[in-house]
């Protein structure tokens, strides 16, 4: 994606409900239908636009929580997490990306040295990129069981490289340490 890339502004009545996946007070993830494609719609409290690395689509904007085909469930997460006393006109974003069939988070049972050699190499292609993840746990890395594809989900905390930012070298660097103790720990579990 380059940098003067514009993402769709995609309305959320163009938007079908097919499941949910997860439900917190924190986000509303679902599986959805837009355009004949099987996408992912994660509604979050303080979503940006942030990079993804599943094929993103677009964000929806201004979310009506009363909005058509959606119902109980976007009112009921609204209704918990943005509370009508504390910000009545609350309409959070959300982001539409590619739904990925057959995800895993990355564990013991489905490790292989290739995929977590993968899984590092990806981590160090997005710091490169001037990208860092800040929520680098196993819950945001997901393999696919019957391919090679590996993937970091879950930007939300991410942060591009400001070279103002006096702590964002430390982020990068902390990452990539942390990176490196989660493969070897895993190798070791292994033995
Ligand atoms: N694009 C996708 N395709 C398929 N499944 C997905 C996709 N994005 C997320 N999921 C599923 O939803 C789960 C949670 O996604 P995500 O990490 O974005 O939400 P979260 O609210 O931060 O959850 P957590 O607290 O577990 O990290 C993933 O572990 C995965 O099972
Ligand atoms: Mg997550």
């Not at 163009?14 to 917190?24: A, G, S, W, Y």
């Not at 636009?49 to 599943?54: A, D, H, I, L, T």
Request: contains cysteine; glycine residues 4%; hydrophobic residues 40%.
């Amino acid at each position: 994606m380059s940098s003067d890339y514009i993402a769709p502004n995609i309305d959320i009545s163009d938007v079908n409900l097919v499941e949910i996946i997860k439900q917190t007070d924190r986000a509303f993830l679902c599986r959805a239908r837009w355009q004949d494609k099987d996408c992912v719609l994660k509604v979050a409290r303080g979503f940006c636009e942030r990079g993804s690395v599943p094929d993103f689509y677009g964000v929806v904007e201004n979310i009506d929580p009363e909005v058509k085909g959606w119902q109980p469930d976007l009112k009921e997460f609204y209704d918990r997490t943005f509370p009508q006393g504390l910000d009545p006109k609350a309409r959070p974003n959300g982001v539409l990306m590619e739904y990925i069939p057959g995800v895993n988070v990355f564990e013991l049972s489905n490790y292989t040295e290739q995929r977590a050699h993968k899984i590092q190499q990806l981590l160090t292609e997005i710091h490169e990129a001037g990208i860092v993840h800040l929520d680098p746990y196993p819950r945001n890395m997901l393999v696919q069981s019957d391919s090679d594809r590996v993937l970091w989900i879950d930007f939300e905390l991410a942060q591009i490289f400001d070279p103002e930012n006096p702590k964002h070298p430390r982020f990068f660097d902390d990452e990539s340490l942390f990176m490196s103790a989660f493969m070897e720990a895993l190798v070791i579990c292994q033995s």
